[in-house]
């Protein structure tokens, strides 16, 4: 199992990112799918997440008509389309899924979100 994150950068506040988690040695639709982020000296924190079952996808308050997760199931890829930035978003961001009894995290990817 790998999840390769990427589409992190440096934004100005009121910009938008869209990051990419892409999967392999699984296929994505069968597994609930999630990004976190670590904020710096934070613990790290759920963000949102997109169930196999179909319901309807879980954010943090703190991003909730902010942030929208989706997933590709042809490209086997999971997205966090994140607007409206603000500076307190700033973090690392990983994609995570509980797959076979393990927690598998990708290396991650740095969100800036600054003048």
């Known amino acids: 199992v790998q999840l390769v994150e990427s589409g992190g950068g440096l934004v100005q506040p009121g910009g938008s990112l869209r990051l990419s988690c892409v999967a392999s040695?699984?296929?994505?639709?069968?597994?609930?799918m999630s990004w976190y982020h670590r904020a710096p000296g934070k613990e790290r924190r759920l963000v949102a997440t997109?169930?196999?079952?179909?319901?309807?996808?879980y954010y943090a308050d703190s991003v909730k008509g902010r942030f929208t997760i989706s997933r590709d199931n042809a490209k086997n890829t999971v997205y966090l389309q994140m607007n409206s930035l603000k500076p307190e978003d700033t973090a690392m961001y990983y994609c995570?899924?509980?797959?076979?009894?393990?927690?598998?995290w990708g290396q991650g990817t740095q969100v800036t979100v600054s003048t």
């Open positions: 995570h899924v509980f797959y076979r009894l393990n927690n598998y």
């Open positions: 040695g699984f296929t994505i639709s069968s597994y609930t």
């Open positions: 997109i169930f196999d079952s179909g319901a309807r996808p």
